[in-house]
């Protein structure tokens, strides 16, 4: 059987997502992966050429809130479950 | 091989809403990092953005103005990539179906007037701001900004200067600032450019390989950027070597831009919609209303002024480059209805003083009124108009009104013949030579004169009587 997905690609995914993975972990993600897609084939064998192009299930549309401003948290709070921070901001390793 | 750029331009706008896009967190800038953050802009788990009505009229406000279609049905997008500034570890954008297509502005250039087409604006959210640490390897992040919304404004490939593209650029801010919708501060990041740019032969039509220029935070810098990669691409094309395709930063110091290759691993977004977010459904009556609410745009303006005030382009061009600016003319003209003075005094001697402090004209300390009352004194014959432009100095110093200066100062203008005859008579006499040189034919001398009577007067004569009498006694005499 084809594969849906090459290893080449789980490992694209993999750096993607920031995940680093051993080479035995992305062999078994490569055959997990694949047999999720075959799975999902399955949906394929459907005909949805006449169903039109949705992108929600269900029917709603235009959920507004007025331009108001509310209380933000206390920063306090917010801050309260970073890793580290200086109680002003969150601190992270640098990146440029 | 004669070369052309081709640039097409990205802008992003802050909108000037209250609240964040899709929480009711403050969007005022300069607040203490992270005190206009709540759960849903930090990006808590189990949270749920709800879409800020006010956006989606600002946006199709801009979509009008510049002609796009509004989309019956658009839908908001995750854009994926990590980096500190986005909590969600995605962005909020449209991508398929963004609210507005197919847009044009016309704008000026040195050949006329030029159409650039508008792709598509759509809306998303702001990240955050990093602050990077000089002496360790570590980041400060304020999520203030996060999720201040933002209009994000996509040419056509249309523009082939960096004049075009800098006019282009002017024209979008005016007209987001005409719409009361974002304050267009380059500096201060609420209105920012991106660039695409490529060369390509002349007459040819298929693009070259182009690269995108980013971190211009001025009309100048977008300009000396664009002109520098110009240079850049047309140099390697001449030796034969290939363009690259990558991202590029304007390093102002340098006068240079450098590629970023190597730090932006491939992108690939993996755009899905948001099952967050459910569609933005615009109906026909929705689109005539905020229709309704458009205000009278810069170019409709410039006509207008041309038109129903019998003004050159350029000043019409000038005094509609803001809406604050042509309300102080019409205003101005209303109470002196005579346009061309008006608008010579806005462009001379108003805009000179403001450019010096570097004001805004919503913060002249000269109310339109007052300009209009001094040129009234002026076109009466109570004052000079060289003393009018010490009395506007004075005005915009003090801030009082012309009238009071002129009283105070005893700046009224000399009408009086027999005070200009005693004054006249007097410069005669002491200066003999100069009346025998002039009635020998040296008629130059005629200036000198008149110079010598406004040092006399302060410069409070009446121009027109001093020549007369002048005239006719150094003509008298030689009888
Ligand atoms: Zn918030």
Redesign the interface.
């Given at each position: 059987m084809k594969e849906k997905i090459t290893r080449q690609e789980v490992r694209?995914v993999a750096?993607?997502a920031?995940l680093e993975l051993s080479e035995e972990e992305e062999k078994q993600m490569t055959a997990k992966m694949n047999q999720v897609l075959t799975y999902m084939e399955k949906l394929n064998s459907l005909d949805t050429s006449r169903v039109p192009h949705m992108?929600?299930a269900?029917q709603?549309?235009?959920?507004?809130?007025?331009?108001?401003?509310?209380?933000?948290?206390d920063?306090e709070q917010?801050?309260a479950?970073a890793p580290e921070c200086?109680g002003?901001?969150?601190?992270?390793?640098?990146?440029? | 091989m004669e070369l052309e750029p081709v640039i097409g331009l990205e802008i992003h706008a802050q909108l000037l809403?209250?609240?964040k896009i899709f929480?009711?967190?403050?969007t005022a800038f300069g607040a203490?990092?992270?005190?206009?953050?709540?759960?849903i802009c930090?990006a808590?788990p189990g949270v749920l953005p709800?879409?800020?009505?006010?956006?989606?009229e600002f946006a199709m406000k801009m979509g009008l103005a510049t002609h796009c279609t509004i989309a019956p049905?658009s839908?908001f997008a995750r854009k994926?990539y990590?980096?500190?500034d986005l909590p969600k570890g995605y962005q909020i954008s449209q991508y398929e179906l963004p609210l507005a297509v197919n847009g044009w502005v016309d704008i000026e250039t040195e050949k006329g007037p030029k159409r650039i087409r508008i792709h598509r604006i759509h809306m998303e959210e702001d990240a955050g701001k990093?602050?990077?640490?000089e002496f360790?390897?570590?980041?400060?992040?304020?999520?203030n900004r996060t999720g201040v919304p933002l209009i994000e404004i996509v040419s056509e490939p249309d523009m082939g200067t960096s004049e075009e593209a800098a006019a282009y650029l002017r024209t979008l801010r005016e007209i987001l600032r005409y719409l009361e919708i974002c304050d267009g501060n380059m500096e201060e990041g609420s209105f920012r450019c991106d660039a695409n740019i490529s060369l390509r032969p002349v007459g040819t039509e298929a693009l070259g390989v182009k690269t995108e220029l980013k971190n211009m935070n001025s009309f100048r810098n977008v300009q000396r950027a664009l002109d520098f990669e110009i240079r850049r691409q047309r140099a390697l094309i001449e030796r034969n070597e290939p363009v690259v395709q990558e991202t590029r930063l304007w390093d102002v110091a340098r006068n240079v831009t450098i590629s970023m290759r190597g730090?932006e691993?491939a992108h690939?977004y993996?755009y899905f919609?948001d099952?967050d977010?459910?569609?933005?459904?615009v109906s026909d009556s929705w689109v005539a209303s905020v229709r309704e609410t458009l205000p009278e745009l810069p170019e409709a303006k410039r006509e207008r002024f041309m038109a129903q005030y019998n003004l050159p382009l350029y000043d019409a061009q000038v005094l509609t480059s803001s809406k604050a600016l042509a309300v102080y003319f019409e205003t101005a003209t209303a109470e002196f209805p005579q346009p061309k003075t008006v608008s010579n005094w806005i462009m001379s001697e108003l805009m000179k003083q403001l450019k010096r402090d570097e004001r805004e004209i919503e913060d002249c300390p000269v109310p339109p009124e007052n300009l209009a009352e001094l040129l009234s004194l002026m076109d009466t014959g109570v004052i000079s108009g060289k003393i009018a432009k010490t009395v506007f100095d004075d005005m915009y110093t003090t801030g009082r009104k012309a009238k009071a200066i002129v009283e105070e100062k005893g700046l009224t203008q000399v009408k009086d013949e027999g005070a200009i005859e005693a004054i006249i008579n007097e410069i005669l006499r002491e200066n003999p030579t100069e009346v025998e040189l002039y009635r020998g034919g040296k008629e130059k001398l005629f200036s000198f004169f008149v110079g010598q009577a406004m040092r006399k007067t302060k410069g409070k004569a009446n121009p027109q009587l001093v020549n007369e009498i002048l005239r006719s006694k150094l003509a008298n005499e030689e009888r």
């Open positions: 694209h750096q993607l920031r992108t929600h269900i709603l549309q235009n959920v507004f809130r007025p331009d108001e401003v509310l209380p933000s948290m920063r917010i801050l479950n200086d002003v901001s969150f601190l992270v390793p640098k990146v440029i | 809403t209250k609240s929480c009711g967190c403050s203490s990092p992270n005190t206009h953050t709540c759960p930090v808590m709800v879409l800020n009505r006010e956006v989606v049905s839908q994926n990590f980096y500190p990093l602050v990077h640490d360790q390897p570590m980041s400060y992040v304020d999520y730090k691993e690939d993996r919609p099952p977010l459910v569609p933005v459904v």
